[in-house]
């Protein structure tokens, strides 16, 4: 009976394990095909990671170029600020030159006018009295 127990045993499990084969075949090309598309999304999945891993180095570049960019705009805006400076003190100083360069003018005209109107009346004064004196 044991044998027959045996026998009956193996013959229920060889008729499973056909079983199983018969099912892992039939799903066999399920298998292969999700298989693929596991491949498939890995390879997608690494061309994401690359493309996301350039477009970050192509970020920190243009984010390195714009601070580089602002350097250099705050090195302009520090020299047009100075040439500004610069231009408002020659301003005011050509003024200071101008206007004292208008007195000393002014001042030479006075003393100028001052030397002929004083030989003028110089000159009325001796006229006046010579010809007081004569007569």
Known sequence: MEAAGMELVS???QDRLN??????????????LS?????????????????DQRHEDELRALKDGARGMQRQFEQVMGKI???????????????????????????EWMRFLQIVLGGTIFIIVAYVFSTAYRN
């Open 81 to 107: 600020d100075a040439l500004e400076n610069k231009l408002f003190t020659w301003m005011q100083q050509l003024n200071k030159d101008s206007s004292k360069e208008r007195q000393s003018t002014q001042k």
């Open 11 to 13: 013959k229920e499990l």
């Open 35 to 51: 298989g693929k598309e596991a491949l498939s999304y890995a390879e997608r999945f690494k061309l994401l990671e690359a493309t």
């Open 19 to 32: 079983a199983v084969e018969a099912q892992i075949k039939s799903m066999q090309g399920e298998l292969l």
